[in-house]
């Protein structure tokens, strides 16, 4: 991993209301606002997603050195809403359905499952973990 803690997305408007995130690897991801009734992700759907792969990748790791899963699935769900702290998402939760094949290693993955869930949501999942402490964003506009 780099030494440079920074992380850089750049989004640009490809269509009224369509948008391609690309990283510094030159890997993209299209969303949009869902107006039209469109199946792109909508930006909403990408910080559900985000906080499902973060926690997902860390128990991967800790729970495929013992076996391969025989089914892995991580369901993101939240409530969006609008008060008087503005438009956010309330509810978030997080639920884990893993299956291992039967035997030892299958039993080890399984005995290790809940503390590498609880680890990452504790400590290893950044998105998570950034949007727990409410890490607060700064928006600037740059002169054209």
Not at 37 to 57: K, M, N, R, Y
Not at 78 to 86: A, C, F, I, P, R
Not at 131 to 139: C, D, I, L
């Amino acid at each position: 991993m780099s030494d440079n803690p920074q992380r850089l997305v750049t989004v640009d408007r490809t269509a009224p209301g369509h948008f391609t995130a690309t990283n510094t690897r030159g890997g993209t991801i299209d969303f949009g606002t869902a107006v039209g009734g469109g199946a792109e992700f909508t930006p909403v759907e990408l910080l559900l997603a985000a906080i499902g792969g973060c926690t997902a990748a860390d128990v991967d790791v800790a729970t495929t050195r013992h076996t391969e899963p025989d089914g892995f699935t991580v369901t993101v769900t939240g409530n969006k809403v609008s008060d008087d702290l503005g438009n956010r998402m309330t509810d978030l939760a997080v639920t884990f359905s893993v299956t291992f094949p039967e035997g030892e290693a299958g039993d080890r993955a399984r005995a290790i499952l809940p503390r590498a869930v609880t680890v990452s949501h504790e400590r290893l999942c950044t998105v998570s973990r950034t949007v727990e402490t409410g890490t607060p964003v700064t928006t600037t506009i740059k002169d054209a």
